[in-house]
């Protein structure tokens, strides 16, 4: 099996991204999901010299190839098998305290979508995975479609896919998987265009939400994202920044209301002692996210519903 995905991956709203960042020479990013390493590799030359990158990815094929990508850059690119939920301890026992930036470029990189033997896209035919990390045990999408009630799948689909039909699809699981399992990503792909055909209204494949729930569900995604960046808000410096790339509605929520707690100023009365305890750890200077421009969008269809929200640290 070839696990090594090829090191051609655009990083997406790079010049945003950076413009966010502010990368000064000599700072520290702290990537909170760096897969190939593209926005890596914009840092490390904007930070020349002495700027150094930690890069957590729970994908180990993908730090493989960051690593290679980045291999040029020597000791000033720190690779971090480890998930962005274990932060700080992955961090304390660096012996890092604070950095000067960090990034989160949410969900699945076109490395992973790219390889059908990953399961995650259903243009290719492939096993149904779906793990970010395959190097420990964790359950599969295939298992998850096996075990699961239908009431569950439905709720998946419904939550993580905001899937209208997600009943009528996960009826049509449960009376399929009664026949024969459902392995393949062509399997579930077909069954869902069966159940679901494609509307003279969307321009999507029936069964994109599908995909996206089930991935999203595999991998626990959304869960403690909220506790994630707030992490990462309070590991950097005074004026430090961040930035996090989401890809679709749900993870803008959580970026958005995340960032707007941690900007909130005392809730308190004027001129009352505070009793609210709460600490404005961010500066936001923007109220709306930043979308993918017009022309990026052109040549990279995968970044048209990518958007960008960022904040300074107080
Ligand atoms: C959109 S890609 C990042 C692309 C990257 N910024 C670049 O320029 O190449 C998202 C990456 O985040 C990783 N990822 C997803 N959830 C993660 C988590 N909880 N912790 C660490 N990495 C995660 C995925 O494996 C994937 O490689």
Redesign the pocket.
Same mark, same amino acid.
């Given at each position: 099996m070839n696990d090594q995905p090829s090191v051609r991956?655009l990083?997406v709203l790079s010049a945003e991204v950076m413009s966010a960042l502010d990368p000064q020479p000599g700072g520290v990013l702290l #990537? /909170?999901?760096?897969?190939?390493? *593209?926005?890596?590799q914009v840092w490390l030359e904007r930070t020349t010299p002495g700027g150094r990158v930690l890069g957590? &990815?729970? &994908?180990r094929s /993908?730090l493989e190839a960051?690593g290679e990508r980045l291999r040029s850059y020597g000791e000033r690119f720190r690779p971090i098998h /480890? #998930?962005?939920?274990e932060l700080d301890s992955q961090l304390d026992s660096l012996g890092v305290a604070l950095v000067d930036a960090a =990034?989160f &470029?949410?969900? =699945? *990189?076109s490395?992973?979508l790219d390889q059908p033997e990953r399961g995650f896209s259903f243009r290719f035919d492939g096993p149904l995975d779906m793990r970010?990390d395959r190097s420990r045990p964790a359950t599969t999408a295939a298992e998850l479609l096996a075990q699961s009630s239908e009431q569950e799948l439905a709720r998946i689909f419904f939550e993580f896919g905001e899937e209208r039909q997600s009943r009528k699809i996960a009826r049509a699981i449960c009376e399929a998987r009664r026949r024969t399992p459902i392995t393949t990503a062509a399997q579930l792909a077909d069954l869902i265009r069966r159940a679901v055909p494609a509307s003279r209204h969307e321009r999507i494949d029936p069964a994109t939400r599908t995909f996206q729930a089930l991935r999203i569900a595999v991998?626990h995604?959304l869960d403690q994202l909220d506790e994630a960046i707030e992490a990462a808000v309070r590991r950097l410096l005074p004026g430090g920044r961040i930035a996090i790339i989401s890809f679709h509605s749900l993870e803008d929520r959580i970026a958005k209301s995340t960032l707007r707690r941690l900007a909130e100023p005392c809730r308190c009365r004027r001129g009352d002692p505070c009793s609210c305890n709460a600490v404005m750890l961010l500066r936001l200077e923007q109220r709306r996210s930043t979308p993918c421009s017009d022309q990026e969008a052109a040549s990279n269809p995968r970044a048209r519903s990518a958007r960008l929200r960022w904040g300074i640290r107080q």
């Amino acid at each position: 099996m070839n696990d090594q995905p090829s090191v051609r991956h655009l990083p997406v709203l790079s010049a945003e991204v950076m413009s966010a960042l502010d990368p000064q020479p000599g700072g520290v990013l702290l #990537d /909170a999901t760096v897969g190939l390493g *593209g926005h890596a590799q914009v840092w490390l030359e904007r930070t020349t010299p002495g700027g150094r990158v930690l890069g957590f &990815d729970r &994908d180990r094929s /993908a730090l493989e190839a960051a690593g290679e990508r980045l291999r040029s850059y020597g000791e000033r690119f720190r690779p971090i098998h /480890a #998930d962005y939920r274990e932060l700080d301890s992955q961090l304390d026992s660096l012996g890092v305290a604070l950095v000067d930036a960090a =990034l989160f &470029d949410l969900g =699945l *990189g076109s490395h992973q979508l790219d390889q059908p033997e990953r399961g995650f896209s259903f243009r290719f035919d492939g096993p149904l995975d779906m793990r970010f990390d395959r190097s420990r045990p964790a359950t599969t999408a295939a298992e998850l479609l096996a075990q699961s009630s239908e009431q569950e799948l439905a709720r998946i689909f419904f939550e993580f896919g905001e899937e209208r039909q997600s009943r009528k699809i996960a009826r049509a699981i449960c009376e399929a998987r009664r026949r024969t399992p459902i392995t393949t990503a062509a399997q579930l792909a077909d069954l869902i265009r069966r159940a679901v055909p494609a509307s003279r209204h969307e321009r999507i494949d029936p069964a994109t939400r599908t995909f996206q729930a089930l991935r999203i569900a595999v991998n626990h995604e959304l869960d403690q994202l909220d506790e994630a960046i707030e992490a990462a808000v309070r590991r950097l410096l005074p004026g430090g920044r961040i930035a996090i790339i989401s890809f679709h509605s749900l993870e803008d929520r959580i970026a958005k209301s995340t960032l707007r707690r941690l900007a909130e100023p005392c809730r308190c009365r004027r001129g009352d002692p505070c009793s609210c305890n709460a600490v404005m750890l961010l500066r936001l200077e923007q109220r709306r996210s930043t979308p993918c421009s017009d022309q990026e969008a052109a040549s990279n269809p995968r970044a048209r519903s990518a958007r960008l929200r960022w904040g300074i640290r107080q």
